[in-house]
Structures are given as structure tokens and as C-alpha cells.
């Protein structure tokens, strides 16, 4: 069981270009999310998905989209990285009856 | 809005018992958690309590709720070297996508 991954682990990206990170979990939940970590702040969330097929804005959606075309995998896309997206970016998954959020080691993302 | 404040650092001498605060806003919430992070990995979730409870104990770890003043806390006993992380208080709300609102995160630091 390898609970909830993310691929890749660091990358460095110029300014406009685009990028997809990947998180899969292997614990047949129905809800996933994405988060962005900042220094000195909680985590905050992108966009969230409460089945297959399914995707709705969290808190800081601007720049970001997603896509649930399997019921283990969440992607989120960075169309065209600014700056500002430099941050370290953490998937979650959760039982829709549990009361658990289970998290991946973190993707760290710098965009110059 | 909802909000949920901690201080942002914390140093403890080994052995000695640490006290990591918490303060939100939104008194609506089902669930409050305790989560820990250590350097380059994602969140791992330590104890939660259940709004209606004032106090949950598991081992070590000690979770007291005043739900009047909107408090939580986290009381680590015997603290360790280990247990230098960093640690976000959390908050969920139950129905629809069960959101969490995060801290900013207390980090601690334990000394000899």
C-alpha cells in the first residue's frame, strides 16, 4: 500500500511554460485535493474533487487547473507558471465517510 | 471568515513537556486535528478530536478543546528529539467537500 504519491518530486520551471503534477492513491478514496504550502502560512487549497469525473475551485484556484479522469489519480496543470506559483504543492486524499486526510510527500515547485 | 492562528515557533528542552497552541475563528466546526510535518515530507496526522469533547489523550500527546474561547492545544509530554517537527492545528468542517482551514504552522525545536 503505498497510500498517496506525487510525481515529480522537485522541478524548476521558466516563467509561461506549463507543467502537470501527478498524485495517485491507491486507497480507493473518493475525495482528492491539491494544496499549495507558502512560508508562514497553512496550507491552502487549489482545487479539490469529490469523485471521478469531478473537480470544483478551493480557495486559490487563479492559474490552476484539474483534471479526475480516474478514481486514483488527480492531476493539476499549470497552464503558464508565473512566479508567484513558487511554492511546494501537496495532494490529499480522504474517505468520503472518514474523517481522515491523508497526504503526499509534497511536490516543490520553483518557477523564475 | 475563518481563521486559525498559532504562534510560529516553540524550543523545549528534552524531557520537558511542549504546549502548542491553536485559536480559530469559525465555531461551526465538526472535527479539529493536530497534524506534524517533518523536513521534506508531507503531513502526517498525529490526533483529532471531535467538537463536542473537551479533551482526547493518546500516549504522549494530549488535545484539550475550550470551545467558549475557541482554544486547542497540543501538550506533547516527554518530549523528544524526535518529535522536532512542525506542527499544524487544523480545522474541519463536515458536509459538502469537508473542508480543513489550516494554521501557519508552530515549529518546534528541542534541545538537549
Known amino acids: 500500500n503505498a497510500g498517496v504519491t506525487q510525481t515529480p518530486k522537485f522541478r524548476v520551471l521558466k516563467t509561461g511554460q506549463s507543467m502537470t503534477l501527478l498524485c495517485a492513491q491507491d486507497?480507493?478514496?473518493?475525495?482528492m485535493y491539491w494544496y499549495r504550502q507558502d512560508p508562514g502560512m497553512g496550507l491552502r487549497l487549489i482545487h479539490y474533487?469529490?469523485?471521478?469525473?469531478?473537480?470544483a475551485k478551493g480557495e486559490v484556484p487563479d492559474g490552476y487547473n484539474v483534471s479526475r479522469l480516474k478514481k486514483q489519480n488527480f492531476l493539476l496543470g499549470l497552464e503558464s507558471a508565473a512566479p508567484s506559483q513558487t511554492s511546494v504543492y501537496f495532494c490529499?486524499?480522504?474517505?468520503?465517510?472518514?474523517?481522515?486526510?491523508?497526504f503526499g510527500p509534497g511536490t516543490r515547485l520553483t518557477v523564475l | 471568515g475563518e481563521d486559525v492562528e498559532q504562534s510560529l515557533f516553540l524550543s523545549v528542552r528534552e524531557g520537558d513537556s511542549s504546549v502548542i497552541n491553536c485559536t480559530y475563528t469559525?465555531?461551526?466546526?465538526?472535527?479539529l486535528y493536530w497534524y506534524k510535518q517533518e523536513p521534506g515530507a508531507g503531513l502526517q496526522l498525529l490526533t483529532y478530536?471531535?467538537?463536542?469533547?473537551d479533551m482526547k489523550q493518546d500516549q504522549r500527546l494530549t488535545v484539550l478543546l475550550n470551545k467558549k474561547d475557541k482554544h486547542l492545544s497540543l501538550r506533547i509530554a516527554d518530549t523528544q528529539t524526535g518529535d522536532s517537527a512542525i506542527y499544524f492545528c487544523?480545522?474541519?468542517?463536515?458536509?459538502?467537500?469537508?473542508?480543513?482551514?489550516f494554521g501557519a504552522g508552530t515549529r518546534l525545536a528541542v534541545h538537549p
Open positions: 490529499a486524499s480522504r474517505q468520503a465517510t472518514g474523517n481522515e486526510q491523508f
Open positions: 486507497m480507493n478514496h473518493e475525495y
Open positions: 474533487s469529490v469523485g471521478e469525473g469531478t473537480t
Open positions: 469559525d465555531s461551526s466546526s465538526t472535527y
Open positions: 478530536i471531535f467538537s463536542n469533547m
Open positions: 487544523a480545522v474541519g468542517f463536515s458536509g459538502g467537500y469537508n473542508k480543513l482551514i
